[in-house]
Nanobody, 123 residues
Framework: QVQLVESGGGLVQAGGSLRLSCAAS????????MGWFRQAPGKEREFIAH????????KYAASMKDRFTAFVDTAKNTMYLQMNSLQPEDTATYYC????????????????WGQGTQVTVSS
């Protein structure tokens, strides 16, 4: 079982940027496929990105692919989500997770979820 800890969230003004981190232990990101999701209050969990082992291939939600970039630093065993041009609608708790099987866009295909990090974007 992989343990994941997200960090890097905070309060940012609209148009700003944040970089989220997802530090892994108990397993190597070189051999695990990973995902980023977010969940806003009162809304369903939303897929952001899927990244293959070591970050060699990435898939993004269409609405975010031009502003968000997921990548892996295998030396630090950490996955990142660079978020640019943030808007108030990006306000949510952001989670990373390990992909196990099935639809890469569905949260049910992932496990070992981190505790999440809160991102708040002010207008």
């Amino acid at each position: 079982q992989v343990q994941l800890v997200e960090s890097g969230g905070g309060l940012v003004q609209a148009g700003g940027s944040l970089r989220l981190s997802c530090a892994a232990s108990g397993g190597s990101l070189s051999s695990n496929l990973m995902g980023w999701f977010r969940q806003a209050p009162g809304k369903e969990r939303e897929f952001i990105a899927h990244i293959t082992s070591g970050g060699t291939m990435r898939k993004y939600a269409a609405s975010m692919k031009d502003r968000f970039t997921a990548f892996v630093d295998t030396a630090k065993n950490t996955m990142y989500l660079q978020m640019n041009s943030l808007q108030p609608e990006d306000t949510a708790t952001y989670y990373c997770a390990v992909y196990y099987s099935g639809n890469i866009y569905g949260g049910e295909s992932y496990g070992d979820w981190g505790q999440g990090t809160q991102v708040t974007v002010s207008s």
